[in-house]
C-alpha cells in the first residue's frame, strides 16, 4: 500500500470502509450474514465464484485482470438476496491467484461485495422474489434480474478503473478495452449466466453450479482469446513502426504521435469506436511504405532528383503493399495510401482532391504535419505547438480539410498537446541525417532537374 499514491490510498480505504460497514449492518440487523437455510447455497455460490476469480484473464494493463466471476453473485441475488450477494463477492479476498497482493485482494472483495449488494437492492426494489425461483413465476424474475445486471456491471467497471486511474495515472481512455461499449455489452451478456444457475437451481440445485462451470470457462476463454488477438495486432503494428524509425534517427515516436493526434481528431469529428480503433492503426503505418524508399534518398543532404523523389512520392502505395494483407486494419488502408494528398489536389500519389480524398487520409495529413512541425529535425529545433496550429491554419484550404485543421484545434483546446522531449544529437559515428522533412509543409522538397 505504501506504493500507492495517496489518492488511490484514501480511495482504497473508502471501498473498504463501506463494504465493511455493509456487511456489520447486515449482521446488526439480522443478527447472522444469511439464514441458516442459506448456508448451503451461499457455499456453493461462494466456491463457483472462487474458481472462476483465481482464472481471470490477464488484460493489457499490467497486473489487471477481469473474469466472469461476478455471475455467480448475480446469482446469489436471485437465490439470496443482497447480503447473501455481498458475501458471495467477498470471497474474491480468498481468491489463489498466484502473486496477486493481499492489498488487490482486499479491494476486489469490497468492491464485489458493494456491487452484490446495490444489484441485490436493485433487484428486489423491483420486487424480484428472493428464493429458488418456481417455475411458473420464472418470467417474473427477468425484468428485476436485468436492471440488477445493468447495475452490477457499470458499477463494477466504474470502481475498477477509478482504482487504476489512480493508482498508474492512466486515464480510463488510456485502458486498453477498445471497444468499451462492445466490452461492456459482453459483460452485460456474461451476467446470464447468474440467471442459468438461479433457475437450474430449482431443478438440479447445487448441481447447477457444476453445469454452468462450462459455459463460464468458455467466456473466459472468449476474453483471453480477444485480449491476445489484441496484443498481437499491437505487436504487429509496433514491429513495423520501428523498422521505419531506424531509418531516420530523428523520427523516432514520429508514428506513436501521429496514432495519437489522429484519434483525437477522430473523437472529435464523432467517428465510433472500431474507426477511431482503426485510424489509430493507420497513424502507426502512415509512413511504412518508407521502407521501400532508399535510405540514402531519405537521408539526402541537398535537393532530390527527379527520380530521387518519385520514389518519395511512391512511399504510400507501396505502404498499402506491405500492409495490405494484414486483415484487421479496415478503413487504415485509405488513410496510408492517400495521407500525403492535399485538399486543392496538388498531392500525391493521385493527386485527389477536396471530398475524393478519403477521410482517413484528411485526418491523418493534418496529424502528420502538426508531429513534423512539433518535434525536433537535425536542421531546427521543435516548433512551438501554437507555431504550428497557426501554420496549420495557414494551410487550411489548400494542403488540409479545414474540417479536420478546425476539429484538431479544438481537441487541443481540450486536451493540451505534450510535446516529444529533445532528441540528443546522433553519436558521431552515425548515418548522415536529412535536412529535410517530408512531412513539413513549411519545407518544400527541392527537386532538381537531371542534366
Not at 31 to 50: K, R, W, Y
Not at 198 to 226: C, D, E, K, M, N
Not at 359 to 370: G, H, L, R, S, Y
Amino acid at each position: 500500500m505504501r506504493d500507492l499514491p495517496w489518492p488511490a490510498r484514501v480511495y482504497l480505504v473508502a471501498v473498504i470502509g463501506v463494504a465493511a460497514a455493509l456487511i456489520v449492518r447486515n449482521v446488526i440487523t439480522s443478527g447472522a450474514p444469511v439464514a441458516p437455510e442459506d448456508l448451503d447455497v451461499l457455499l456453493v455460490l461462494a466456491l463457483l465464484f472462487l474458481v472462476c476469480e483465481s482464472m481471470p484473464t490477464l488484460l493489457n494493463v499490467e497486473q489487471f485482470a477481469v473474469s466472469v466471476s461476478f455471475s455467480a453473485s448475480l446469482a446469489a441475488v436471485v437465490l439470496i438476496g443482497p447480503d447473501g450477494a455481498a458475501l458471495v463477492g467477498l470471497t474474491a479476498v480468498l481468491s489463489v491467484r498466484p502473486g496477486l497482493p493481499l492489498i488487490k485482494r482486499l479491494f476486489n472483495g469490497a468492491q464485489f461485495a458493494i456491487c452484490g449488494y446495490a444489484a441485490g437492492w436493485v433487484y428486489q426494489a423491483l420486487d424480484g422474489a428472493v428464493g429458488v425461483p418456481q417455475v411458473n413465476a420464472f418470467d417474473d424474475l427477468i425484468g428485476p434480474y436485468a436492471a440488477a445486471t445493468g447495475v452490477f456491471v457499470p458499477l463494477n467497471i466504474v470502481v475498477t478503473l477509478t482504482m487504476i486511474a489512480l493508482a498508474t495515472g492512466v486515464r480510463a481512455t488510456d485502458v486498453p478495452l477498445r471497444g468499451m461499449v462492445q466490452f461492456l455489452l459482453s459483460y452485460l451478456g456474461y451476467g446470464t449466466f447468474g440467471l442459468l444457475v438461479a433457475g437450474l437451481w430449482a431443478t438440479v440445485q447445487s448441481i447447477s453450479a457444476v453445469l454452468v462451470l462450462l459455459p463460464l470457462f468458455v467466456a473466459r476463454w472468449a476474453f483471453g482469446h480477444y485480449h491476445a488477438q489484441q496484443r498481437s495486432y499491437d505487436a504487429t503494428i509496433a514491429a513495423l513502426c520501428q523498422a521505419v524509425e531506424t531509418k531516420d534517427y530523428y523520427t523516432r515516436g514520429h508514428c506513436t504521435r501521429v496514432s495519437l493526434a489522429s484519434s483525437m481528431i477522430a473523437q472529435e469529428i464523432g467517428m465510433g469506436l472500431e474507426r477511431v480503433r482503426a485510424i489509430r492503426y493507420a497513424g502507426m503505418l502512415h509512413d511504412v511504405g518508407k521502407l521501400g524508399v532508399p535510405t540514402k534518398v531519405l537521408q539526402k543532404n541537398g535537393p532530390l532528383t527527379e527520380e530521387e523523389f518519385a520514389a518519395i512520392q511512391l512511399h504510400p502505395m507501396r505502404g498499402l503493399e506491405i500492409v495490405r494483407g494484414i486483415g484487421f486494419l479496415d478503413e487504415a488502408y485509405a488513410g496510408i495510401m492517400h495521407h500525403h494528398e492535399r485538399h486543392d489536389g496538388t498531392g500525391y500519389p493521385m493527386g485527389l482532391a477536396g471530398d475524393e480524398i478519403p477521410e482517413f487520409a484528411k485526418v491523418i495529413a493534418v496529424a502528420d504535419a502538426f508531429d513534423s512541425m512539433t518535434s525536433d529535425r537535425s536542421y531546427r529545433g521543435a516548433r512551438p505547438v501554437g507555431e504550428a496550429v497557426d501554420e496549420l491554419r495557414k494551410s487550411a484550404g489548400t494542403h488540409f480539410d479545414p474540417v479536420m485543421v478546425a476539429a484538431f484545434v479544438r481537441a487541443l483546446e481540450r486536451e493540451p498537446w505534450q510535446p516529444p522531449r529533445r532528441v540528443d544529437p546522433p553519436p558521431p559515428d552515425a548515418a548522415e541525417t536529412s535536412i529535410k522533412d517530408h512531412d513539413d509543409p513549411t519545407m518544400p522538397i527541392q527537386v532538381v532537374s537531371g542534366p
